[in-house]
T-cell receptor
Framework: DVKVTQSSRYLVKRTGEKVFLECVQD?????MFWYRQDPGLGLRLIYF???????EKGDIPEGYSVSREKKERFSLILESASTNQTSMYLC???????????????FGSGTRLTVV | GEDVEQSLFLSVREGDSSVINCTYT??????LYWYKQEPGAGLQLLTY?????DMKQDQRLTVLLNKKDKHLSLRIADTQTGDSAIYFC????????????FGGGTRLMVKP
């Protein structure tokens, strides 16, 4: 069964801490994504990556960075956590387009981060 | 524009049919998707439809696609309390590479 695994389901961090959210996929997918989900705002794309060591900003990259040193792992980094980064964080992966059928994204179970 | 729109909330009684609607913007979208998110969990792919289809049925789920109106719907027959969740539609426009554009999600509440 294909999987996207996020290392923590729940996380509580203090303001100013550096926070790492880890995501690993076992499907050999080229593409990986980080979203945050907030009530009333839906899913908002933070960063994505099409290949190892490659990253692209999404819609709300401010306050975040990412790392993709290996194909299977995509890390989201909060350089200095703030209370407005309290949210549900979702990682996803997908194949490069062209494969049929296209199953879209596979999501992890999410990490609920609380910054106090 | 890239807005995919859904109503925020739907409430039905157990055993009734639910219909969740979505309007999308890009007529080039090759695939359209429905994802389900249960409380505290990630999104799971529920079903998808290829743009050359008008309808797809999968057990209790029926997806209808009206390309002319850019309207997608998900019908759940005999809705159960376990169907209570947030449902997201998503499109993959041809010119967006591998990116999906998601709607804001519809929260379905099933009352016993």
């Amino acid at each position: 069964d294909v999987k996207v695994t996020q290392s923590s389901r729940y996380l509580v961090k203090r303001t100013g801490e550096k926070v790492f959210l880890e995501c690993v996929q076992d499907m050999d997918h080229e593409n990986m994504f980080w979203y945050r989900q907030d009530p009333g705002l839906g899913l908002r794309l933070i960063y994505f990556s099409y290949d190892v060591k490659m990253k692209e900003k999404g819609d709300i990259p401010e306050g975040y960075s990412v790392s993709r040193e290996k194909k299977e792992r995509f890390s989201l980094i909060l350089e200095s956590a703030s209370t407005n980064q309290t949210s549900m964080y979702l990682c996803a992966s997908s194949e490069t387009g062209g494969a049929l059928p296209d199953y879209g994204y596979t999501f992890g179970s999410g990490t609920r981060l609380t910054v106090v | 524009g890239e807005d995919v729109e859904q109503s925020l909330f739907l409430s039905v009684r157990e055993g009734d049919s639910s219909v969740i609607n979505c309007t999308y913007t890009d007529s080039s979208s090759t695939y359209l998707y429905w994802y389900k998110q249960e409380p505290g969990a990630g999104l799971q792919l529920l079903t998808y439809i290829f743009s050359n289809m008008d309808m797809k049925q999968d057990q209790r789920l029926t997806v209808l696609l009206n390309k002319k109106d850019k309207h997608l719907s998900l019908r759940i027959a005999d809705t159960q309390t376990g169907d209570s969740a947030i449902y997201f539609c998503a499109e993959r426009p041809d010119n967006a590479g591998n990116m999906l554009t998601f709607g804001g999600g519809t929260r379905l509440m099933v009352k016993p």
